[in-house]
């Protein structure tokens, strides 16, 4: 399992564009089980409401964890995703 802490810098937080996008990610890696954790709740990457219910603002540190096929890689998009979004 592989996993990387990040914090969420968009002034909007992650909504339903950056979720959606999180969402195409995460089934990219089919052959990995990709999960969030935020404020004890784990919620699948491959879920949009659910990733959404965690209600991601801005300064909220996120968990990004993989397991399985290419895990790392997996991992490694997400969290420079979730940096990347300045919206």
Avoid: W, Y
């Amino acid at each position: 399992m592989t996993t990387e802490k990040v914090v969420v810098m968009a002034p909007n937080g992650l909504h339903a564009r950056p979720a959606g996008e999180i969402v195409r990610i995460a089934k990219s890696f089919a052959d990995s089980a990709v999960t969030l954790t935020c404020g004890g709740k784990t919620v699948k990457a491959t879920s949009m409401l659910s990733i959404l219910s965690l209600g991601l603002k801005k300064g909220t540190e996120v968990e990004v964890s993989a397991d399985g096929g290419d895990e790392a890689g997996a991992v490694n998009a997400l969290v420079n995703l979730i940096q990347s979004v300045t919206e």
